[in-house]
């Protein structure tokens, strides 16, 4: 690892470069690629929602294994997210991509091949731990290639992608799963994943990782496939050596999360981490099948409205995408939040009063259902994954991004294996007004706790903390003014 000296005010002298003619094009086919992590995340995690009426049927499951089916790829999340964190430190962002795709590719045809639940649950932990390092290493790689005015729309590609995973395993789920039965739509996943292990041989490494382990000359050979000017990568590798050379092992790793003046960025990326799986939203896209079957609507109905739930994810995240950096990420949660808890204090109602099929009421189910659908995927949802790739400092992005990452998929967890149980103890309806007070909760505490990071460098952000001007006043929300 190269060392820069505290005492060290200059920029080294860098080689001469040229900048690529294919620059753009290299950064946004980068980030498309490594997104398609999130395609297989939302694939591999979405498909279950229709294959689970299959799995049940054929392994003859009650509630409690469908709930640890459903949980399992959960479970390994988890360790994936807190181990990647280790990898991609040790052996760069873009390996660490490569390393989770084959994970995908191996878990995929695993789930497909096993012989009984027991083997279908080991399988699908083993696939959870490409799908908690793709969340916790492809936002930050992305992050790390992206410049600031456009860091938002090409981490949320990752969102996106997550959407389009969704879309197409519900796709399947209703128009395949009696032809197909739910091996081949689990196996399915692996081709793609395939692709995007090729493929990482030939995108560019993180020019940030590479500036702290191979030096400033190869973090500039790394710009100049990712940027379209020389004013623009001598700009920023000074941002990038003057947040470097500063660092000492007391804020490396583990250890640099303990600092007090990293703690406001720890407690607002893992606040909204937090809530954006515990505000109800992955429990619909696992349960929605599930919970309309149980409301009166048939098998058929309940899959297709289940299809519905994934196309508005797809619309609102790439909507959301498309104006987060104008828009503002924290702008953008509060926006949105409050609709999210209306929503859901709507469909508490719907299930609690049992409208009768076919009545205007088991219509207003599927109305409020979209709507929450609307709300969350549109605004926390979109910032979410986005928080944890840039309000870190380098020096500890990789563990912190692990931690963020778990606590992730810790929520989701949580959420998923307690559902049903959840709707056993206290009706549905109940279940969906709980969920309406924690995406109250999240919309204060977003207020009070997370900045607005909109426009600002990852190195702007790493300079606020440093000073202590990180959390929002009142008056002073942004780390950069517009």
């Known amino acids: ?25 290299t950064l946004w086919l980068a980030a498309a690629v490594a997104a398609i992590c999130g395609g297989l995340y939302g694939y591999d995690t979405g498909i279950i929602s229709g294959a689970l009426l299959l799995i049940t049927q054929d392994f003859h499951l009650g509630s409690l294994y469908q709930e640890l089916v459903a949980s399992a790829i959960l479970a390994g999340a ?56 793709s969340t916790q290493v492809v936002p930050m790689y992305i992050s790390e290639l992206a410049p600031a005015a456009r860091r938002g729309r090409l981490v949320t590609l990752f969102n996106v992608a997550i959407g389009v995973g969704i879309f197409l395993a519900n796709i399947i789920g209703f128009a395949a799963r009696d032809a ?10 692996a081709l793609p994943a395939a692709f995007v292990f090729v493929s990482m041989f030939f995108l560019p490494k993180s020019p940030r990782w590479t500036a702290e382990n191979e030096g400033l000359d190869s973090a500039v050979a790394q710009l100049t496939r990712v940027r379209t000017s020389r004013k623009e990568i001598r700009k920023e590798i000074r941002k990038i050596h003057e947040a470097a050379e500063n660092v000492d092992d ?12 990293v703690r406001p960025a720890l407690v607002a990326a893992l606040g909204v981490a937090f809530f954006t799986q515990c505000g109800g939203l992955e429990m619909m896209i696992y349960y929605a099948p599930t919970f309309l079957s149980d409301a009166g609507f048939g098998h058929s109905s309940a899959l297709l409205a289940s299809l519905g739930v994934s196309v508005v994810y797809l619309v609102m995240t790439m909507l959301g995408s498309a104006i987060v950096d104008r828009v503002g990420r924290r702008r953008l949660m509060l926006i949105m939040g409050p609709g999210s808890v209306v929503s859901l204090l709507g469909l508490g109602l ?21 709507m929450f659908m609307m709300f969350n995927s549109g605004g926390i949802q979109v910032v979410g994954w986005l928080l944890g790739a840039e309000m870190f400092p380098l020096s500890m992005r990789g563990t912190a991004t692990s931690l963020h990452a778990a606590t992730l998929w810790g929520s989701d967890l949580l959420v998923t294996s307690t559902a049903l149980t959840l709707v056993n103890l206290i009706s549905l309806g109940g279940t969906m007004w709980f969920y309406a007070g924690v995406n109250l909760a999240s919309v204060i505490f977003i207020f009070f706790m997370v900045p607005e990071t909109r426009g600002a460098s990852l190195e702007d952000i790493e300079t606020a903390l440093h000073e202590g001007r990180f959390r929002p006043t009142r008056g002073h929300t942004a780390i950069v003014e517009a």
Not at 2 to 22: G, I, K, M, R
Not at 180 to 189: S, Y
């Open 1 to 25: 690892m190269q060392n820069f000296s505290p005492q060290s005010a200059t920029l080294p002298a860098l080689p001469d470069f040229e900048v690529s003619d294919n620059a753009g094009r």
């Open 78 to 133: 988890v360790a994936g997210a807190i181990g990647t964190g280790w990898l991609s430190e040790r052996f760069g962002r873009r390996a660490s991509v490569m390393i989770v795709t084959a994970v995908f590719v191996t878990g995929a045809l695993a789930c497909a091949a096993a012989p009984d639940v027991g083997m279908l649950i080991v399988a699908r932990v083993y696939l959870g731990l490409g799908v908690g390092g």
């Open 180 to 189: 197909w039965g739910w091996r081949p739509m689990i196996a399915v996943a």
């Open 250 to 261: 007391a804020n490396r790793g583990w250890r640099g999360l303990r600092q007090p003046w």
């Open 350 to 370: 719907m299930f609690a009063i049992h409208p009768d099929k076919g009545s205007v009421g088991s219509w207003m189910i599927i109305v409020f259902l979209l």
